[in-house]
């Protein structure tokens, strides 16, 4: 190790909705900075001014920098970060910056990227994104085009990196042909603290929640979102209860499509079996985990699946999609099933593998055990770490 290694660093993480929004990205940098200021880094976040949070603010220690911004539509609080270069340059010197990492390359990354140029600070740049989550919403018939525009963006941002961090080999796959051939790059879990996130008593959950104790429950945690095709595991009920009526289908998150769904099991005559639990907080999801017996992820597009490792880690049997564009699908082995992609029918039968064999649900949730223990994200943190000195070091 060289000097430079020894010296702890100063580091500006870009990501403009930093706060209490509960998207994958904004929890691994919320999760990766406190881990780095815990090994005695200096972090920044540079964000929007949000409605929780209009002034500079703090999360876990860590002080945030906020900006005018620009809400999102259907985003869950999303907000564009619009500093200025000369703002940024000022934060950048004063909080003596070593690197910039861009975690979302969103409006604040181009002002982050110019200002870390001018005064040549290291940048790195984080891959979290891919069109199937962002154009859901628009008209089929321009996704393919919007898909390439923000595919040429995400190249501008690449392009101005020392390095590029992948959350799985498959986002490099099918990512990296964005870059230069020779652009130096790093897999990197967003992990999982395999030291909360851990099987434990429930205590009061059902109570609270309203959750039926006797039941097979199978539970959904993430963003109630139109990749998510939660539409999927609600449309899977009626067939499950055509063989066992002993099942409650909870689902943890906020999203704008709630309301189709509310509605879909309406229709379906399903409220009886469903409970929407709404945005829980960080100790609840832990008893979310746990207060399931069968962790299903219908969507079919995720560069990892932070939610599928946390399952995993609770000691829960996973079900997910075979789809193309998902990568939590690598994580099936042994510890649970894949389905055809959007198939109800398909969804269901696999489900009823594990609820009518509790022995084989056990044995499924004992691997997804074992196998979180990987992705410990105490691990993937000493990789930034190493990320960071090396691209110092070039």
């Known amino acids: 190790m060289t000097g430079a290694q020894k010296n702890k660093l100063n580091i500006a993480m870009i990501c403009d909705p930093i706060g209490p929004n509960k998207s994958g990205v904004v929890i691994s940098t919320l999760r990766f900075s406190k881990l780095l200021k815990n090994k005695g880094h200096h972090v920044i976040f540079i964000g929007a001014r949000l409605k929780e949070h209009k002034e500079h603010s703090y999360h876990d220690g860590v002080k945030a920098y906020r900006y005018r911004g620009l809400p999102v539509p259907k985003s869950g609080g999303w907000r564009l970060a619009f500093?200025?270069?000369?703002?940024?340059?000022?934060?950048?010197?004063?909080?003596?910056?070593?690197?910039?990492?861009?975690?979302?390359?969103?409006?604040?990354?181009?002002?982050?990227?110019?200002?870390?140029?001018?005064?040549?600070?290291?940048?790195?740049?984080?891959s979290h994104s891919q069109p199937e989550n962002l154009f859901m919403?628009?008209?089929?018939?321009?996704?393919?085009?919007?898909?390439?525009?923000?595919?040429?963006?995400?190249?501008?941002?690449?392009?101005?990196?020392?390095?590029?961090?992948?959350?799985?080999?498959?986002?490099?796959?099918?990512?990296?042909?964005?870059?230069?051939?020779?652009?130096?790059?790093?897999?990197?879990?967003?992990?999982?603290?395999?030291?909360?996130?851990?099987?434990?008593?429930?205590?009061?959950?059902?109570?609270?929640?309203?959750i039926p104790?006797?039941?097979?429950?199978?539970?959904?945690?993430?963003?109630?979102?139109?990749?998510?095709?939660?539409?999927?595991?609600?449309?899977?009920?009626?067939?499950?209860l055509k063989k066992h009526q002993n099942i409650h289908v909870m689902l943890a998150g906020a999203g704008h499509v709630r309301p189709k769904l509310e509605k879909l099991v309406h229709d379906l005559?399903?409220?009886?079996?469903?409970?929407?639990?709404?945005?829980?907080?960080?100790?609840?999801?832990?008893?979310?985990?746990?207060?399931?017996?069968?962790f299903v992820s219908p969507s079919f597009a995720?560069?990892?699946?932070?939610?599928?490792?946390?399952?995993?880690a609770c000691g829960k049997p996973v079900i997910v999609p075979d789809a193309p564009m998902n990568a939590a699908r690598f994580f099936i082995d042994g510890n649970g099933f894949l389905f055809e992609t959007q198939n109800h029918e398909d969804l269901a039968e696999k489900m009823l593998q594990l609820i009518t064999n509790p022995d084989l649900?056990?044995?499924?949730?004992?691997?997804?055990?074992?196998?979180?223990?990987?992705?410990?994200?105490?691990?993937?943190?000493?990789?930034l770490e190493e990320t960071y000195y090396s691209v110092l070091n070039k």
Not at 137 to 166: C, F, H, R
Not at 302 to 312: D, H, P, S
Not at 363 to 383: N, P, Q, T, W
């Open 137 to 210: 919403d628009m008209p089929k018939i321009i996704q393919p085009t919007l898909g390439k525009i923000w595919n040429k963006w995400l190249a501008w941002v690449y392009s101005k990196a020392e390095i590029i961090i992948y959350p799985t080999k498959f986002g490099h796959e099918i990512l990296h042909h964005l870059t230069e051939k020779d652009k130096p790059f790093v897999v990197v879990s967003n992990g999982v603290n395999i030291e909360r996130y851990k099987p434990k008593d429930v205590e009061d959950f059902h109570s609270r929640f309203n």
């Open 361 to 383: 649900l056990k044995k499924m949730g004992k691997v997804s055990f074992e196998k979180s223990k990987h992705y410990d994200i105490h691990k993937s943190v000493s990789l």
């Open 269 to 294: 005559n399903l409220k009886k079996y469903v409970t929407f639990l709404g945005l829980v907080s960080d100790e609840d999801k832990i008893l979310t985990y746990n207060a399931g017996d069968i």
């Open 302 to 312: 995720e560069l990892e699946g932070m939610t599928v490792l946390e399952a995993m």
């Open 83 to 126: 500093p200025t270069v000369k703002e940024l340059k000022k934060v950048f010197q004063e909080e003596k910056i070593n690197v910039v990492h861009i975690l979302l390359p969103m409006s604040g990354a181009i002002v982050a990227i110019r200002a870390a140029k001018a005064l040549n600070i290291k940048i790195v740049a984080h």
């Open 213 to 240: 104790k006797n039941t097979i429950n199978i539970m959904y945690l993430g963003r109630l979102y139109p990749e998510k095709s939660l539409d999927t595991l609600i449309k899977a009920i009626p067939h499950i």
